[in-house]
Nanobody, 125 residues
Framework: QVRLVESGGGLVQAGGSLRLSCTAS????????MGWFRQAPGKEREFVAA????????YYADSVKGRFTISRDNTKNTVYLQMNSLKPEETAVYYC??????????????????WGQGTQVTVSS
C-alpha cells in the first residue's frame, strides 16, 4: 500500500520560512518524479514545484521561483519543499504527489498517481 505523509506545516509570519517534508512508503521513490501542489480555501489545487527522479531537474510555478526550493533524498524516500519569504496569500493545504511526468505534464495534477493527505500552511500578515 502506497502512503505519502507530509509534515512541517504550521503557522508562520509573512516573510518567514517553512520546510515541508513528504515521506513515502510502499514504493521506492527513486523510480518516480515528485510534485508539490497547494489548495487554498475556495480555490482550485495549483502546482507549486516538481522534481525528476534523480533530482537533476526541477520545475516551479512562476509565483514561487526564487523563494521555494524542491529537493529530494532518495535514500530516505523523502522529498522536501523549502519555502522562504512566505506571503499571506500562500496560506493553503500543501500536498505532495508521486507520478511520472514529462517536461510538458509536470504541472497537471492528473499526471500524478498517489497523493498525501496534505499539511496546512498558514501565513499571517
Amino acid at each position: 500500500q502506497v502512503r505519502l505523509v507530509e509534515s512541517g506545516g504550521g503557522l508562520v509570519q509573512a516573510g518567514g520560512s517553512l520546510r515541508l517534508s513528504c515521506t513515502a512508503s510502499g514504493l521506492t521513490l527513486r523510480y518516480y518524479d515528485m510534485g508539490w501542489f497547494r489548495q487554498a480555501p475556495g480555490k482550485e489545487r495549483e502546482f507549486v514545484a516538481a522534481i525528476t527522479q534523480s533530482g537533476g531537474t526541477t520545475y516551479y510555478a512562476d509565483s514561487v521561483k526564487g523563494r521555494f526550493t524542491i529537493s529530494r533524498d532518495n535514500t530516505k524516500n523523502t522529498v522536501y519543499l523549502q519555502m522562504n519569504s512566505l506571503k499571506p496569500e500562500e496560506t493553503a493545504v500543501y500536498y505532495c504527489a508521486v507520478g511520472t511526468f514529462s517536461s510538458g505534464t509536470y504541472s497537471y495534477s492528473s499526471t500524478y498517481d498517489y497523493w498525501g493527505q496534505g499539511t496546512q500552511v498558514t501565513v499571517s500578515s
